[in-house]
DNA sequence: GCAGGGGTGACAGCTTGATGACAGTTTCTC
DNA sequence: GAGAAACTGTCATCAAGCTGTCACCCCTGC
């Protein structure tokens, strides 16, 4: 998942990147609207998650503004106290979710996961793929019901294959997802590295990783 | 498609045509105003994509001179900062299109392709050749729902002769929608070889490659 | 039957992807 | 906090697939 974390307070933010770099997302900070805008033109997130008081403006102006464009991508805005006023525009310029700090981190992975999870049409969080399960909320697979331990990389690659699965999906798309503007210097060896160890370790599961020279790549269910 | 790539900076035009080939296009670089001027004398474009700032002259110069003289090649601006005047003055000299910089190379690629589409007066991006489904944007082509992979080449050359199905393509025409200048060492009996290629691999789909003696290949569609 | 364009198999060079080994880093455990 | 274990990403090397040339054959239309 890519995602975008608009916020200029330094701990917080600080706090925010953390738990959701550890639960899996590749995670892009702006500390101002300015360097949001930036981010947004550049760069298609899954999730962007928006302080509305930043010291340049307001989230809810770049919120507007791209919902003027027409783009779509969910956006959960922050708010630093329940203010009405705050949710109820919000919320009429189509932001997705809010949140009121101080709010506790679960809840905001949660709902994070949530929009992530909207946006591609998933019922529920866990998916059947054949004889295995994987749950993109838990981050864990399992191979009739016994456990089957991925990386963090592994399973933020296997998550996009499974969003997309039956399509093919390129390399760099894969790459965007799995790693933030920070780490912009890892090559795109570095994708098919974790392709190499995912096939590796789902070996005769019945999935598959296909190779399509030049396009990307493909995840395939047997049966 | 044959495309024309007008941009100053290095890197910046390095990593559009990157793009813009692995996307497909046969694409040549002008680095200057004059550049432009003798590739747009010495060949047909299905696209441009004009940066406005150059070192001898401004981008919207040449489309100015280009619509004066009555060619319809569309045209997508490019401007380095969103300036307004950059943008009504373009579009009233007759550009197609305008991005601006920064952008997501995806959404480059989308514009394109939808000035190439829009050209042709197709609707929908997908084309049903029969039992088969050609869909030159993902680049993909599909017999009764099963993938037929086609190599790059193959399918730029596809994408030609599906564009004008029915119609008899010239040799040189197809020589010139597959390779850009830079490719220009490379033999006229190349195409005659993709044509073989594309044939074997289309096999007995119902789709057929004619030659026209001395005139050049149509594609045909039976029943 | 002959001239010239077109078709095609074989091949060599090149590009792209796969993978083992390794070193730096983080995380875990005691 | 020290040491061990696991995770990461780079590099080098190897394998597979793509590309375009050449040579040679086959048609087609006179």
């Not at 949530?114 to 793929?129: D, F, M, T």
Request: overall charge negative.
């Amino acid at each position: 998942m890519r995602l975008l974390l608009v916020e200029d307070t330094y701990d917080m933010a600080e706090a925010i990147m953390i738990r959701l770099e550890r639960a899996g997302a590749a995670c892009d900070l702006a500390r101002t609207l300015e360097q949001a805008r930036e981010c947004v033109a550049v760069q298609r997130y899954d999730v962007i998650v928006l302080d509305i008081n930043l010291p340049d403006g307001l989230g809810t102006d770049l919120l507007r503004e791209m919902r003027a464009r027409g783009e779509r991508t969910p956006i959960l805005m922050l708010t630093a106290e329940f203010s009405v006023d705050d949710r109820v525009s919000s919320l009429n310029w189509g932001a997705d979710d809010y949140l009121v700090k101080p709010f506790d981190h679960r809840e905001l992975e949660a709902r994070v996961r949530a929009l992530y999870r909207r946006e591609a049409g998933e019922k529920s969080e866990e998916v059947a793929l054949g004889r295995l399960r994987f749950n993109p909320g838990a981050r864990t697979l399992r191979l009739d019901d016994e456990p089957l331990p991925l990386t963090r990389r592994e399973i933020s690659l296997l998550e996009v294959l499974v969003r997309n699965r039956g399509k093919v999906v390129s390399k760099e798309r894969l790459f965007e997802s799995i790693f933030s503007f920070e780490e912009t210097d890892v090559g795109m060896n570095a994708v098919e590295l974790y392709i190499a160890r995912l096939r590796k370790k789902l070996g005769e599961t019945g999935v598959r990783i296909a190779t399509q020279r030049g396009l990307g790549y493909r995840l395939d269910i047997d049966g």
